[in-house]
């Protein structure tokens, strides 16, 4: 898979060694340049999971910013981002925030997909290993984003995503899954304007 260098999402060196900065400004810049290429090397399921991935990254950025304008910048990105992916695949595919109440019901439905469908054995593996760091906080998110009384709650959330864990193996406790979520929410609730708690 063509995944972007760690130094982007994860730390203060990537795979080449080179020192890697923390300013948020800076890896803003770096994710917007990846995002203009990254289309190129994955398949179209995993640039959807990609941009799951990118978005988090990108609102975290933003918090550490600190202004509303940086979210809207990480919402153009990302938004352009499922543009050219579709147009690399000619295939229809919709950004997932622009309507979260939908979206709770069909990333759930994609989910349970897995347990069928005939998937690449390392796309799974790494739908599992990432599975708390990108699918639990992505669908905390819609849940708290979907202003709909008809919508999944997310104590409702959590039975669904638990049962998919166990359907696709997923070898991580829910408390850690929660943990870190909550972790991760706290930090992003100000320039989302989300409450930390659902």
């Known amino acids: 898979m063509g995944w972007p260098s760690p130094s982007l999402i994860l730390g203060p060196r990537g795979r080449d060694g080179m020192a890697v900065t923390f300013d948020p400004e800076t890896r803003l810049g770096q994710m917007a340049d990846y995002l203009s290429r990254f289309h190129m090397n994955l398949t179209f399921e995993e640039g959807r999971v990609q941009l799951l991935r990118l978005r988090l990254t990108g609102y975290k950025l933003a918090a550490e910013i600190g202004d509303g304008d940086s979210r809207e910048r990480v919402d153009e990105m990302i938004k352009k981002g499922y543009e050219m992916l579709g147009e690399r695949w ?109």
């Open 90 to 198: 000619e295939r229809e595919v919709e950004d997932p925030y622009d309507d979260p109440c939908q979206a709770q019901y069909d990333l759930l439905a994609e989910l349970r997909s897995y347990v069928y469908r005939d998937v690449s054995e390392p796309f799974i593996v790494f739908i599992r290993a990432e599975f708390k760091k990108i699918f639990v906080p992505t669908l905390r998110l819609l849940t708290e984003l979907c202003r709909s009384q008809n919508k999944y709650t997310w104590d409702q959330m959590k039975v669904q995503l638990q049962e998919i864990m166990a359907e696709i193996k997923v070898d991580v406790e829910w408390e850690v899954c929660d943990a870190y979520m909550e972790k991760y929410l706290a930090k992003v609730s100000g320039v989302l304007e989300i409450g930390p708690k659902g």
